[in-house]
């Protein structure tokens, strides 16, 4: 079952603006983790956030996690056409597995 | 160079035929992982091990089949009894030493398409 659903499915902006993406999921995790996907290729890694974390920045990343909402953000600042990929979220709850939402596309205009 | 492999890139099987998915990882990772991933969609489990000659269903197994014959290697079959097999496929391994806290490591996929 998937748990995490991202918001919004798609979005589009320009280059230089900031892109944020949601992710919510239902059930008590251990860390939430955000990875991309560049079209027909593998997910990359991008950071990790422990359920006991609240803010955790990478470069022009910023994530959130606010598990009393069940619920974190993943803000891409100052866009580039490169960061044109998919991007998904996935719970890892007490196992080693994770569960992944569908993704949301951001399209970032040169 | 450590990473993980997957072969080949493009598969095409023709009904009724099994097909065998390639999937090998030098990075001395205990646990490894197939995922399916249709069209708009995110990836969803078919089978995944944590040891060597161990592995357990995930959401999707219906199917499919795997061994774990070595530590770097998991292949994924894809049998006649699975019915709609166009997907990518995606191996991923991640290491367990230090908890619950790993990424996981993803091979660049198979296409697999039915004729």
């Known amino acids: 079952s998937q748990q995490g659903e991202e918001d919004p499915q798609a979005l589009s902006i320009q280059e230089g603006e900031n892109a944020t993406m949601n992710c919510s999921y239902k059930t008590s995790i251990n860390n939430l983790q955000w990875y991309r996907q560049n079209s027909g290729r593998g997910l990359v890694h991008l950071i990790l956030i422990r359920s006991n974390e609240r803010e955790k920045h990478s470069g022009r990343l910023r994530v959130t996690l606010d598990t009393s909402k069940k619920s974190s953000s993943l803000l891409i600042t100052a866009s580039r056409a490169a960061d044109t990929a998919s991007y998904f979220c996935a719970t890892g709850a007490g196992s080693y597995q994770l569960t992944f939402g569908k993704g949301t596309k951001l399209s970032v205009i040169p | 160079d450590g990473g993980i492999t997957q072969s080949p890139k493009y598969l095409f099987r023709k009904e009724g035929q099994n097909v065998t998915l390639s999937c090998e990882q030098n990075?001395?990772?205990?646990?490894m992982y197939w995922y399916r991933q249709d069209p708009g969609q995110g990836l969803r489990l078919i089978y995944y091990s944590q040891i060597v000659n161990d592995f357990q269903k995930g959401d999707i197994a219906e199917g499919y089949s795997v061994s774990r014959e070595k530590k770097e290697s998991f292949p994924l079959t894809v049998t006649s009894a699975q019915k709609n097999p166009t997907a990518f496929y995606l191996c991923?391994?991640?290491?367990?030493?230090?908890?619950?806290?790993?990424?996981?490591?993803f091979g660049p996929g198979t296409r697999l398409t039915v004729l």
């Open positions: 990075l001395n990772h205990d646990a």
């Open positions: 991923a391994s991640r290491g367990l030493a230090g908890g619950w806290d790993n990424e996981q490591f």
